[in-house]
């Protein structure tokens, strides 16, 4: 076997991250931060910080998800054009993603810590936070019951993308709360689980034949295209009501268009490939919105 070089282990390194999940986070925190902007309150560092450390803890999970799958053998028989998990291939060895989870870790403490600090909030309850964030990351596969195996990890998702993601970063910024800003939060969580539904929908046989019991697996594949249109369907709704009462009008045509599009193709797909080519999509139409939304804001 000829010796891997440098360049193919960072290849390896960077593709053990999917970069096409790390775009929801940074749309999640960077919701948070554009309404934020809107609400006339902004610091570029905050926003910077924000994001570095939603990337490292989506890179975390990344992780403890390949780790986590890996060891459980769920990513055994992967099918036919599903991205390739790197612990699973030999690419990377258990001990070596291991030591990489804590690396991530210390970066992810580092960021935290930084943001909460500079933000000037109360450092004990938003440290609670940030551990909260750290072990959910990993016990989406890790541990002796990890609650991606039992259909919990919708919940998680919505919970950590939508609320605590946006909400959060919204409050770092203004030390304040509003209500309004829980319809694009929201959203954002629908989203990011409908993402999720995605992946879960793809593997959805792999998944069931290893005991990962997603809400994919327990609604069958066409009941879960139906939950997927009605997390889309929901999302758009709480997005347009929030932009039409703010006026930001241009900031609805490109979901609402998409949304219409994407749900079609959802039921008219049954290809690994193009549910791979969806989620991409997805999960880049999502921060796109956000990028309208702030673009119309300034």
Known sequence: MLPISLRQKL????????????????????????????AGVFSGSLAALGLITAIFLQILANFANDYGDAVRHTDAHR??????RMVA???????????????VIFLCIISGLSLIIQAGVPLWLWIIFGISAILSAIAYTVGKKPYGYI?????????????????GMFFLQTHAMNAAILLPATAMGLWSVAVL????????????QCGKNTIAVRLGKNKARHYHA???????????IYAIF???????????????????????????????IELAKLSLAVLLFVVVLFVQAA
Request: charged letters at 10%; proline letters at 4%.
């Open 89 to 103: 291939a030999g690419l990377i060895s258990p001990k070596q993603m291991q030591i990489a989870m804590f690396m």
């Open 11 to 38: 290849a390896i390194w960077l593709l053990a991250t999917r970069p096409p999940t790390l775009s929801l986070s940074v749309a999640s925190v960077g919701l948070g931060n554009v309404l934020a902007y809107q």
């Open 197 to 208: 539904n995605i992946n879960n929908i793809r593997d959805l046989d792999n998944d069931k």
């Open 151 to 167: 259909g919990l990890g919708d919940l998680f998702v919505f919970i950590f993308f939508g609320q605590m993601a946006v909400l």
């Open 230 to 240: 009605v997390l889309i369907s929901i999302a758009l709704i709480l997005w347009t």
């Open 246 to 276: 703010h006026h930001d009008y241009w900031a609805i045509i490109l979901p609402v268009l998409f949304s219409i599009w994407h749900i079609k193709t959802m039921y008219s797909i049954d290809n690994t490939k193009l549910f791979n």
């Open 79 to 84: 099918i036919a054009h599903a991205p390739k």
